[in-house]
């Protein structure tokens, strides 16, 4: 491994990151810290690093990218209301595993996202990798449907994601964002221990 060529490549990285870039970094860090500890605070930080990539995906004309995080967006709002509504007189939504039903759902989400996003790359844009990018993405989908409902698979759905990710934008060039998504799995493994846990104090398969 050209030790030397990461290191370089790092510092490149990190010269060309502009301050708006850094503030979504942290806020997109800070919301993967909210949501192991699951405080609702993991939606309004999400909220501000997702608006931002809004933001900067339309400025360097990555349609897709903001796509997705325009529908992190919405899906903090509709995660943020299933948070802090009660339910059976309980002051929280509490974190569960999926039952039969919702691991099916779960499923045609991903094969369906997956099926439509691969058709649009493939078909209507110049990606050179439209299997990869539909792969990262569907599994993106039913993470962020999952964490809002609690669901403890959400960071299955995160796993799969980051640790596909790290190899793509890797083979993109984009060392930095490869090793962002290197630490989100760490995070994300984290989480789903830290959930896994919850289930024990936290409720039933819903």
Do not use: H
């Not at 990539?53 to 919405?74: P, R, T």
């Not at 078909?123 to 609690?150: C, E, H, I, Q, R």
């Amino acid at each position: 491994m050209d030790w030397q060529w990461i290191i370089e490549e790092l510092k490149a990285g990190l010269a060309q990151m502009t301050w708006l870039e850094g503030v979504a970094v942290f806020f997109g860090i800070s919301s993967v810290f909210y949501s192991i500890k699951k405080k609702i605070l993991v939606f309004p930080t999400g909220m501000i690093s997702t608006l931002i990539y809004v933001y900067i995906c339309l400025k360097f004309k990555l349609y897709a990218d903001m796509g997705i995080n325009a529908y992190y967006f919405g899906m903090s709002i509709y995660g943020w209301y299933l948070w802090s509504r009660p339910q059976n007189g309980k002051e929280e939504l509490k974190v569960t595993w999926l039952d039969k039903g919702g691991i099916i759902r779960s499923v045609l989400l991903l094969l369906g996202s997956y099926l439509l996003l691969y058709l649009v790359l493939a078909n209507f844009t110049d990606s050179d990798v439209p299997y990869w990018d539909s792969f990262t993405t569907s599994t993106a989908f039913v993470g962020m449907w999952l964490m809002a409902k609690k669901k403890v698979e959400n960071w299955i759905a995160w796993i799969i994601t980051d640790i596909a990710s790290v190899p793509l934008y890797l083979y993109k060039g984009l060392l930095l964002t490869s090793f962002q998504f290197l630490f989100f799995t760490v995070l994300a493994i984290i989480g789903l221990v830290s959930w896994i846990k919850a289930t024990k104090t936290d409720g039933e398969t819903t």
